[in-house]
């Protein structure tokens, strides 16, 4: 088995990765853009990719919904959570005072922006690629930056960096939320269903709008389906035009989210699976006695008798 | 092939069930009440009974809509629509400025009551189990009135009846509707579908009202599934505790009206189905591309596809 | 004052009327129908009306429904809940056994025909314009009928009557309800809200019919408003057109009903506001908190201040 | 009168405010980032900020969209539509096919990859704080990359940048919609209905999502109310913790805006008021007869002669 993350070494990315178990122990190997760890998944180079997909700050994670919504060859076999926390490291010899120019990925600095403004009021920032790669360029010495905000892993891949302030993120409970993602054809199987599931879809949204997304959000509602997370994204052709990618909760095989799903592709023919897969934090759904299976199979029963 | 229908001869039933070329041909005896008749059909002593369910004017005749409500044992397998005139019969030799009290039944009465006002003033009613029972005891000269309300089939039946007045019906465009009621068990079989159907349900209403009328609507609406009728009626056991009879736009066999059938089902577990029946009109459902029988067949088999 | 009531006297509309302190003082006439009473009120010849406006077996009385809602000049200004009992009597001399035909308004014979098809397997039934009629009729020795299903209180007020029989009602939790009309001009006043209070309003149903239904519950709803009646009668013009009497919780003077009101007007122009009055049985709805009259107030406010 | 917008020089945002005809003759300063912008207009030091919302390909611009919510002392007043065209423009004398790393703001880049996987299918990517500051850097002849991708502005600004390409956006139509924001206090005034306006809110999701979700659209579309933008963005408190921001069509002065606010604050007390303001596209929307002004006017009127 080989698997990919948003690279480089270091990154929750990674850190997403190796709680998976069978990962742990398998290949690992970074890319350097959700788009390219995707393009491998596509390609068969691996077997899966673990993407950001969200994050509690920050919001979703736009190249990562975009490129999962462009085609119809994936699909999301598990999700993990990774509590957030944010160091300060410096070029070597450097002290916290001295600091005057900090990089880093833009999702980090938008999170550590309070700290920063507390207590290096002054400084300037420089974006970067990752928050790794911010970091590690610090050893070179060759960077136009004294500063990088990172991971506390990047601190024990290169226990040489000068960490100058830990803990230094806005707010204590922020977390991301990696997806595991394989292909469709050749990749790993869809997990079968625990009781305690999410399925995710991506749906375009049909000409006129405000109608248009209660239909949708019925779908669900009507078969007493819960929605754990809802994002719009513009499909690029012209403003106001809209996809939306929800996470539901439920299994494909859950007879109350087969009729939603066949009650989606009715309303919006573009509607796209991207996988059942078992919920990080294992909580089971609330399903009144109207939207059990057993429910479901009876009135199924019932008007195949009439 | 033996029919029955809500008697006595010349009853506006009579001439509903006349109009069907199956029964104009076949043996027909009339029923004193329309549970008399469902019961006929029940025990099989009859194919099938023809009976009032509503009047333009009237509304729902309540005695049909609880009688076929009370099983699951009997199908609509029909429905006749009749323009109904009414006229005025007297006594022999009776004139129409001498007439002081006039019978009829009630529901004939509160139809020609404007016609009444005006012409004959102060004359009292005497209430009458059916229009043509009013009309023919006047040639028995024992009656305490003067003169009958009835169909004008009854002069037909009756040519001796002393024809007073004709076409007093105080709303020119009445309609009664009839339907064709046969058992399940060895009755007649459900037609197939025209395109032009209806079917037709009864529902008893979940505990909470407001909302539970709602659920009960919306998997209809959801389907695209358009209402003729609505008739609530008290289930018997306490104020405030109803079925709903329904008539809903499409045939068993349409996908759509299999879901809306299945959701029913789901909120409330008693509902029954009644049959379904080309409509007398005609009239063919616009129903949207969303909610055609292909829409659904490609949206399960996409879900099924998974 | 002045009351009237369906009559004659001993009706259960008397007992109605009788339950209400006022009128228990004050002068009662009967009227002989429905339209009677209500045109006593309109032409000012009496101060209210009680008339039986719903019954727990048979449902909605289709006499006041309509002739409450023909006008908008009539308020309801209270209601009353009667428990239905009925007894058997018989002409002077006349045994049980001995009884052939008996007489009694339609509705009640529809409450006791499962106890004469046990007690009395042969007997006729001859209708009569009401249960008290019918008995009263029995003393002259003249009907064409030996026993009359009626009200206690009519043996109450001819103890010479021949009780047969009592507690003859198939359904020993028969209820009926009864309201108190006035006119809107120069009647009783609009009783103050007390916290329990019922609002009835009579609305057409614009053209076409599922959701134009959906659209008016949905005032209600979307108010917190629920529904303890709802009744579908036809406008007269033709088959499928209704316009539906419904009973909602709360008071005209309670914000969310005064939205409510502004929303199905805006829906349905015809609708009319019937009164709002006590409950009968003081059960206070429980209203959720985005649907108290200070949420409103604070919304109002909200805006106003934008 | 005084303005920002997100600068440098050069941006598509000062493009944007050249469009105002007021803030193209009034001094005009840049700010070098969106909530540094906001801050200026909070503290008074300037009457308004241009500022990014959505694009039509990347989406919402989220650091507008948090800080725009995260007070209620700010307002819309107006927005503008900037259609997007990138060029490349390299360093001092370099070729097209010698550029092997090119610079730009994460955005900008992520609307040319397509063009740059054809055209450069090697070059590396380094991101900077804003296509004008990458472009502008080249001129010093010190950074760490050949070329930049900036809008044509900013090579009408310094004629002596080396454009290399032009028109390499993938998506011919991709515009940005830009919005002037003013101070509750002290600011611009809000600007009249012109009967083509929008209004923006920001609503928190209460608790339970799916449901709540729908109550929200439910009421915009209860009084007919269409959306243009809906977006969702985290709290920050917690995964599947959501608010979202709206564009509505109408005006608070528009009763059936005022309405569908009043029913928003009822619902999530939380909601904040954005602006109203005339739409860019000056399309009027299509209003049906029951959200007319006179509609509710004349439905407010009736009930409150009740």
Redo the contacts between chains.
């Keep these: 088995m080989k698997y990919t993350y948003l690279g480089p070494e270091g990154t929750f990315s990674e850190a997403a990765l190796l709680s998976v178990p069978e990962a742990a122990e398998a290949e690992r190997i970074p890319s350097h853009s959700v788009p390219a760890a995707l393009s491998k998944v596509r390609q068969g180079e691996v077997d899966a990719a673990m993407v950001p997909i969200?994050?509690?700050?920050?919001?979703g994670v736009?190249?990562t919904l975009d490129a999962i919504a462009a085609g119809d060859d994936l699909r999301i076999v598990g999700e993990v959570?990774v509590p957030i926390r944010f160091i300060l490291v410096g070029a070597p010899g450097i002290r916290l005072d001295e600091v005057r120019v900090v990089s880093t990925h833009?999702h980090a600095w938008?999170q550590v922006r309070g700290w920063m403004e507390e207590t290096l009021p002054g400084a300037d920032?420089?974006?970067?690629?990752s928050t790794a790669a911010a970091a590690v360029a610090l050893l070179d010495g060759t960077p136009d930056y004294d500063a990088a905000v990172c991971s506390p892993i990047v601190a024990d891949h290169h226990p040489e960096l000068n960490v100058l302030a830990t803990d230094i993120g806005d707010?204590a409970?922020?977390?991301t939320?990696f997806v595991l993602v394989t292909a469709v054809k050749g990749g790993l199987p869809t997990p079968a269903p625990t009781g305690a599931d999410k399925t995710t879809v991506v749906i375009p949204l049909p000409k006129?709008?405000?109608?248009a997304?209660?239909d949708l959000?019925?779908q669900?509602?009507?078969r007493g389906?819960?929605?754990?997370?809802?994002?719009?994204?513009?499909t690029?052709?012209?403003?106001?035009?809209?996809f939306f990618s929800i996470d539901a909760e439920g299994h494909?095989d859950n007879l109350r989210m087969?009729h939603a799903?066949?009650?989606l592709?009715?309303?919006s023919?573009g509607v796209k699976?991207l996988g059942s897969y078992p919920r990080a934090d294992g909580r089971k759904p609330i399903v009144d006695p109207?939207?059990t299976d057993e429910?479901?199979a009876?009135?199924?029963a019932?008007?195949d008798g009439?």
Excluded: K, Q
């Design positions: 969200e994050n509690s700050v920050e919001g736009t190249a959570l833009s938008a920032y420089v974006p970067a690629s707010n409970n922020a977390i939320r006129d709008r405000a109608g997304l209660m959000l019925e669900f509602a009507a389906v819960n929605l754990s997370r809802i994002e719009s994204r513009p690029g052709e012209a403003l106001g035009m809209y494909v087969r799903l066949r009650g592709h009715r309303v023919t699976f109207h939207h429910a479901f009876r009135a199924n019932w008007v009439l």
